[in-house]
Nanobody, 122 residues
Framework: QVQLVESGGGLVQAGGSLRLSCAAS????????MGWFRQAPGKEREFVAA????????FYGDSVKGRFTISRDAAENTVFLQMNSLKFEDTAVYYC???????????????WGQGTQVTVSS
């Protein structure tokens, strides 16, 4: 059984930065796509970013391109999301996910973390 545990969320002022981490346990995910999604109250879960198994390819939602960076450390079985120039509208619960058939589609991910709250004050 795979477990994903997110950390690094919190309260930050607009324009600030946060770095989220997602640590995987149970088995190595070095051959799996890893992704980040977010969900704000009353809204659909939104694709934020994903990274290929090799780490050589990254993908971003339009609203975060140029501001967020996804990366992974295969040795540590961990994926990161560096978030810069944060905006009020980035406020949401951020979820880590692993092992997807379609990296943009949250319904296709097999494993999910419990989520971490990111709140950006304006």
């Amino acid at each position: 059984q795979v477990q994903l545990v997110e950390s690094g969320g919190g309260l930050v002022q607009a324009g600030g930065s946060l770095r989220l981490s997602c640590a995987a346990s149970g088995r190595t995910l070095s051959s799996s796509v890893m992704g980040w999604f977010r969900q704000a109250p009353g809204k659909e879960r939104e694709f934020v970013a994903a990274i290929s198994a090799s780490g050589r390819s990254t993908f971003y939602g339009d609203s975060v391109k140029g501001r967020f960076t996804i990366s992974r450390d295969a040795a540590e079985n961990t994926v990161f999301l560096q978030m810069n120039s944060l905006k009020f509208e980035d406020t949401a619960v951020y979820y880590c996910a692993a092992d997807a058939a379609n990296l943009y589609n949250h319904y296709t991910y097999k494993y999910w973390g419990q989520g971490t709250q990111v709140t950006v004050s304006s």
